[in-house]
């Protein structure tokens, strides 16, 4: 029904609804336009993306790391998946050229459609799919339900054509650059995009066409004059009513075309009654199947996406599907037991003093560690304690620190890589400066290791900044120096599916900070540092 077809009582029943609906909480429903969002992520994420064996996992890769962070940006109270069929559709039988100029599918998609659906089955999300009917039917179709029920809709898709379905209780995200930028579209935003309410699009589109679907519209009828004509006349019927008040041009274009433009607007017109029920129980998202999700991430090697799919986890309050599922409890019993560590260790007499006190130059393990040192390199180690500060290359054999100053090689302790379990050899672990635990004679407590000979080959004191005094006192030292080198360290060197992992600042020559800020707990179960939550770090820094 269109606006101009409501009578005033209608009217009035509707700024009731709308009334009422303002003093309650409506809950929501996302709903997913599965084939658009694979292919925006198909093209977002490079086609390099394989697993070690080999198989292509980027638009499946894109298509989940959007889906993870549609439900916990959204929270929704429901949500469900709608695919197109390969069947064709009434639209194809009524033109047959409807889609015919689109090319076949790359070979590297095809594979992942059964992926992704294996990634939705493991969510515990509904697929809603009707033979004879495309996607977005049955997304319209489903949202006109949802209302019914009480339940406002936010459809996720990469089809400006679902523009027509937005109303008060709907509205569309649109991933316009790939999948990492998100258009909302609300009435208001439907009208200052093209002029005219969401409902009239198909009568725009009657007149304009669409090239992506070989809808042809009226030749000769431009997007600017057709939205003039909608917005003046209302819809495509009344714009063929009206023909002798229009411009001679677009007057003799109109009667040619008028029926292709019917045709136009018909193919345009997503359908709001398919033959398919909302189940709104079915759709709650507390059904997905944790271990699944894990196993499957395991599968796909999808190790960056272990921590977002934990906090959903955690948000939806799901518990694991098997009380031995070591993949899936292995993480909470981890964390547990390292607050319970923490909370019964007791304090290091002068440490924190130290920390807060000392020039921001401190020993921690090295995220990117620097090659071992030569045999031959002189290091002076002023403290006791600190002479238990290690090289470890792998060699698996230990040295006892001799009065030259020469290098002990011990199993000191060893930094985790970020996704995977260490190989001998392959990383290596520098500290470069400790406060003492407790002092030597004629020494102060706290007194560092230094590097003693400055015409050697330089080496970078570096700090991990892992607490809010340490990120306190680093932001100070930024200010004082006025100026800084920073860089982050990455995922990937690839930006559309890059996870930040930390960040890297710098303010002098051999002076080196790190502040680990994505570290997870890897799908190995090897526990992450500790580390301060992004957001917090994110606006410390930006004040700088």
Not at 259 to 279: H, R
Request: charge should be negative.
């Amino acid at each position: 029904m269109t606006i101009n077809q409501i009578n005033d009582q209608e009217t009035e029943e509707l700024s009731g609804e709308r009334l009422d609906s303002s003093n309650t909480t409506r809950k929501k429903l996302v709903l997913i336009d599965g084939h658009a969002i694979i292919h925006r992520a198909f093209h977002a994420v490079p086609e390099t993306l394989t697993t070690s064996k080999g198989e292509n996992v980027n638009a499946t890769f894109g298509f989940t790391s959007m889906l993870i962070k549609a439900l916990l940006e959204e929270k929704p109270d429901y949500i469900a998946m709608t695919f197109d069929r390969p069947s064709p559709t009434f639209r194809h039988e009524q033109f047959t050229e409807y889609k015919a100029q689109r090319p076949t599918l790359p070979d590297n998609i095809r594979p992942q459609f059964t992926r992704i659906h294996e990634v939705v089955e493991a969510f515990g999300i509904p697929i809603y799919e009707k033979d004879g009917f495309e996607a977005d039917d049955v997304l319209g179709t489903l949202s006109v339900q949802a209302n019914q029920q009480g339940v406002d809709t936010i459809i996720y898709t990469g089809d400006m054509d679902t523009l027509q379905l937005v109303n008060e209780h709907v509205v569309v995200k649109v991933a316009k650059r790939g999948i990492s930028e998100i258009t909302e579209y609300d009435e208001e935003g439907v009208k200052a995009r093209y002029g005219f309410e969401p409902d009239k699009l198909p009568d725009y589109k009657g007149l304009v066409g669409d090239k992506s679907d070989n809808i042809p519209g009226v030749p000769g009828i431009g997007e600017k004059t057709a939205s003039k004509l909608i917005a003046e006349y209302g819809s495509l019927e009344n714009v063929l009513t009206h023909l002798d008040e229009i411009k001679p041009k677009e007057q003799k274009l109109l009667r040619e075309y008028s029926e292709q433009a019917k045709q136009s607007k018909f193919l345009a017109t997503i359908v709001l009654d398919v033959p398919v029920q909302l189940d709104l129980e079915a759709c709650r998202p507390e059904h997905m199947n944790r271990d699944k999700v894990l196993a499957i991430f395991r599968e796909l090697e999808f190790r960056t996406m272990v921590e977002k799919v934990l906090s959903l986890f955690r948000q939806l309050g799901i518990p694991s599907a098997g009380e031995d599922s070591e993949t899936s409890n292995g993480y909470e019993r981890e964390r547990a037991h390292k607050e319970e560590v923490r909370e019964k260790a007791e304090p290091i007499p002068g440490q924190e003093e130290d920390l807060l006190l000392a020039p921001p130059v401190g020993v921690v393990p090295i995220m990117t560690p620097p090659p071992p040192p030569a045999d031959d390199a002189e290091v002076i180690l002023t403290d006791a304690i600190a002479k238990k500060a290690t090289y470890k290359a792998g060699q698996g054999e230990e040295q006892v620190k001799d009065e030259e100053g020469k290098p002990a090689i011990s199993d000191g302790p060893e930094q985790l890589n970020l996704f995977g379990s260490n190989e001998p050899g392959q990383e290596v672990v520098r500290r470069l400066r400790l406060p003492s635990l407790g002092g030597t004679p004629g020494e102060p407590q706290g007194t560092p290791i230094h590097i003693a000979d400055e015409n050697m080959v330089k080496a970078t004191n570096t700090m991990v900044v892992n607490s809010e005094d340490s990120l306190q006192v680093l932001i100070k030292s930024m200010y004082d120096a006025g100026a800084f080198a920073l860089d982050t360290e990455t995922t990937s060197d690839d930006p559309w599916h890059a996870d930040l992992v930390g960040i890297s600042i710098s303010m002098a020559a051999g002076e080196a900070y790190y502040i680990p800020v994505g570290h997870i707990h890897t799908i190995e179960n090897q526990p992450p540092g500790t580390q301060l939550a992004k957001a917090y770090i994110l606006e410390k820094i930006r004040q700088v």
